[in-house]
Nanobody, 123 residues
């Protein structure tokens, strides 16, 4: 079992930055692929970014060049640095974990989820 706790959300003006953190329980964090997803009101949960256990990183086209995912295996934590935020980035952001690296853009491929953290970007 893996428990995930996100933090770092908040209200920010367009053009601003936030850094989300996701702390994971367990001693095998390094072997999990970690993903960030988001869900806006009335919309489906969508892929934002992932960091595989091999260190490869992946981004949705909508955030490429603005968001950066990273992980600190010693701290069992994955981060999402979000720069140049836009009002359309407003959503609840979820951290997720899974084994393996195939199909990592699909929310159904992930086994463990955090409770989510709200990010609101004002115009």
């Amino acid at each position: 079992q893996v428990q995930l706790v996100e933090s770092g959300g908040g209200l920010v003006q367009a053009g601003g930055s936030l850094r989300l953190s996701c702390a994971a329980s367990g001693r095998t964090f390094s072997i999990y692929t970690m993903g960030w997803f988001r869900q806006a009101p009335g919309k489906e949960r969508e892929f934002v970014s992932a960091n595989s256990w091999t260190g490869s990183t992946y981004y949705a086209d909508s955030v490429k060049g603005r968001f950066t995912i990273s992980r600190d295996n010693a701290k069992n934590t994955v981060y999402l640095q979000m720069n140049s935020l836009k009002p359309e980035d407003t959503a609840v952001y979820y951290c997720a974990a899974r084994r393996g690296t195939s199909g990592l853009r699909g929310p159904n491929e992930y086994d463990y989820w955090g409770q989510g953290t709200q990010v609101t970007v004002s115009s």
